[in-house]
């Protein structure tokens, strides 16, 4: 294998005549160096705004919501925290009242979701508190309300504003403005306002019930397996949902697009292998002599292919190398300087969110990227070991 390695190696970098040779192979490198070096920054690219998504949905939304199909009232809610309580995963369990208001702002009416919440048990189960920008959440009192910051720009309003506030039965409340959050999504941060549980009961008069029931895991990717083990205790009267399951055609979506960005971008590799296989010609047809010499002093045909096959891998591995080299480096460029701006109310966020990950990402693409290198290597290789040394020789 030494010598065939050193037969290759001699080929790329020939300092002779053959100098059109090491072109071509530069050339080649460059090109698949690019193909994988576009492709790892776009799958970063994808992969930051999927964590991103995730980090930020995970925050506003808990892993696992229990509804009961009748109603959840103080004493339901005491049988729910003796039966989930001793699960060693759930780390926070708080009820809650969600439901639709309108708030009024001269003339105008502005539909938002409004969820009725616990200031004290909250935090266990979203980063409600953390997100907060002004005011706290310990200030949450009855008749007070925390905003986003989207909607406290769009309405002109700061912290001890008051607002207005229309209920489903129509009955207008007059509410002090005691926190602004941001939480970093758009929608959430312009169209969902808190109060109190007592509040919240009050507005949509549902007396001391409660609409769901949120719980935190110490690990929300185990939502799925707690839900049935959850299922099993609770029983059919109360229904789960994971936060996988509540924005599954979001998530699958994501996937989906990051699935087609990564085939269509394997192609630019897959053209670049197209340059490989035009090296590895050029060569077997400048060459023919010396493979004529070679299979006349007795290399067989084998040793003759693996001659050429390694010649493109050569070739392959170093556009590779390179392309993944680079394309980790212009990644942490844009993770750390973040010269690439968003506008926020399109895209949720005002920044490019980059994350590298070695696996599957990384592996997948240098793993694609070898296997199209040695697929081009097949055809010219074949065609080196098939040459007889007496045609090769005829005209020397």
């Not at 040779?21 to 690219?45: N, R």
């Not at 808990?62 to 003796?82: C, E, G, H, M, P």
Request: with cysteine; glycine share 8%.
């Amino acid at each position: 294998m030494k010598t065939e390695f050193f037969i290759a190696w001699r080929y790329l970098v020939t300092k002779r005549k053959e100098k059109f040779i090491s072109l071509i192979s530069i050339i080649s490198i460059l090109g698949v160096a690019i193909g994988v070096m576009a492709l790892i920054v776009v799958i970063a690219v994808m992969t930051g705004f999927d964590r991103d998504l995730h980090d930020k949905i995970v925050g506003n939304y808990s892993d696992i919501v229990i509804n009961n199909y009748a109603t959840i009232d103080n004493k339901a809610f005491d049988s729910l925290l003796r039966l989930i309580g001793p699960n060693p995963h759930v780390v926070g369990v708080s009820p809650y009242v969600q439901g639709q208001a309108l708030i009024k702002n001269d003339r105008r009416f502005f539909a938002v979701g409004l969820k009725g919440i616990n200031p004290l048990t909250e935090p266990l189960v979203t980063r409600i508190d953390k997100y907060l920008i002004r005011g706290s959440i310990g200030g949450l009192e009855d008749g007070c309300v925390i905003i986003g910051k989207e909607l406290a720009s769009g309405l002109g309003l700061s912290l001890d504003s008051k607002l207005t506030l229309l209920s489903p039965q129509g009955k207008e409340y007059s509410l002090k403005v005691s926190g602004i959050f941001n939480s970093g999504m758009y929608d959430y941060d312009l169209n969902l306002v808190f109060v109190n549980l007592k509040t919240a009961q009050e507005i949509f008069a549902i007396g001391q019930q409660f609409t769901a029931v949120a719980v935190k895991l110490d690990n929300h990717y185990l939502a799925p397996l707690i839900k049935k083990e959850l299922e099993e205790i609770l029983g059919p009267e109360y229904g789960l949902k994971t936060w996988m399951e509540a924005n599954q055609n979001f998530f699958a979506a994501l996937k989906l697009e990051k699935f087609t960005m990564f085939i269509i971008l394997t192609l630019i590799i897959l053209v670049a292998s197209f340059n490989v296989i035009s090296t590895l010609i050029v060569m077997v047809v400048e060459k023919t002599k010396d493979i004529g010499v070679l299979g006349a002093i007795g290399m067989n045909r084998r040793d003759i292919r693996k001659i050429f096959t390694l010649c493109g891998m050569i070739v392959g591995l170093t556009g590779i190398s390179l392309g993944t080299l680079g394309g980790s480096a212009l990644c942490a460029l844009l993770k750390k300087y973040q010269f690439i701006k968003l506008p926020q109310d399109i895209y949720y966020i005002d920044r490019l969110p980059v994350y590298i990950e070695f696996w599957p990402d990384i592996v997948l693409i240098v793993g694609s990227a070898i296997i199209i290198v040695l697929i081009a290597t097949v055809y010219p290789a074949g065609k080196a070991a098939s040459l007889r040394p007496v045609e090769a020789l005829r005209y020397e």
